[in-house]
């Protein structure tokens, strides 16, 4: 069974920064396709990020520059550095893994494995 599980959210002012954690178990994310996504009440879920098998990560264009997608392969976790927050980043954040290697970005509706989220809040 395939379990992944966020954590480190939490309300921070706008300007600061917050890691996030996916640790994961019943998976390898050393070559697996891993993404983090985020939604916010009354809109979509959004892509923010993700990292396909090869390492290559690509990101949304309302975090880029800011944010950071990273592994611990040994420890089976998967990183989500945020910095310079905003107002606007105001989520809950999820990350997702693919059964399956990827060598391009999936969207939303092609990962099979989800964790339960994590509250950012940011203040300005």
């Known amino acids: 069974q395939v379990l992944l599980m966020e954590s480190g959210g939490g309300s921070v002012q706008a300007g600061g920064s917050l890691r996030l954690s996916c640790a994961t178990s019943g998976y390898t994310i050393s070559t697996a396709c891993m993404g983090w996504f985020r939604q916010a009440p009354g809109k979509e879920r959004e892509a923010v990020g993700s990292?396909?098998?090869?390492?290559?990560?690509t990101y949304g264009d309302s975090v880029k520059g800011r944010f950071t997608i990273s592994k611990d392969n040994d420890k089976n976790i998967l990183y989500l550095q945020m910095n310079s927050l905003k107002p606007d980043d105001t989520a809950m954040y999820y990350c997702?893994?693919?059964?399956?290697?990827?060598?391009?970005?999936?969207?939303?509706?092609?990962?099979?494995?989800w964790g339960q989220g994590t509250q950012v809040t940011v203040s300005s």
């Open positions: 997702a893994g693919k059964r399956y290697w990827c060598d391009t970005s999936p969207g939303r509706y092609d990962y099979d494995y």
């Open positions: 990292i396909v098998s090869d390492g290559r990560e």
